[in-house]
């Protein structure tokens, strides 16, 4: 028997064959799981170009919520401004929460509020309309259409 092991050819060549295939980077025997090593640039690349992505998105959101919020404190700017110019007007009425008035200029600078809007007085007027408004509960104007 020993005899027979030394006279013993083996068909597959030497280096194809290994004494611990456990060490080889591939699956060494029929319905082994296939392994690949991992492709460490493209893995990173990958995780890189998600981040950049997810990042790009979120930022994008931060903007659209800071115009939002810039729209919002310019339209509280505008309406204290035409609650200031409303309050040093003339105004020979008392206005009520909810009714729509109307700014008008005089000729001499001076502004003036109304409930009579612009397509009703006429084309004698010499007021120069300025703008509708609304009066709010907090006893700001509202702006509704402006000049």
Do not use: C
């Not at 020993?2 to 064959?17: C, H």
């Not at 800071?66 to 309406?79: M, N, P, T």
Request: charged share 25%.
């Amino acid at each position: 028997m020993n005899k027979e092991k030394e006279n013993f050819i083996n068909p597959i060549d030497k280096d194809s064959i290994t004494e611990t295939p456990s060490t080889l980077p591939y699956a060494h025997e029929r319905g082994g799981q296939l392994i690949k090593p991992i492709d460490k640039g493209r893995l990173k690349g990958n995780a890189l170009a998600a981040m950049y992505e997810q990042s790009d998105m979120q930022l994008g959101q931060i903007r659209e919520q800071i115009e939002l919020l810039a729209k919002q404190a310019q339209a509280i700017h505008d309406r204290v401004n035409i609650s200031e110019r409303i309050y040093q007007a003339d105004m020979s009425i008392k206005p009520l929460v909810g009714r729509t008035y109307y700014l008008y200029k005089r000729q001499k600078g001076q502004e003036m509020l109304s409930l009579v809007a612009p397509q009703e007085w006429g084309k004698s007027s010499t007021l120069e309309y300025v703008a509708s408004v609304k009066l709010l509960a907090d006893h700001t104007w509202e702006i509704l259409n402006d000049e």
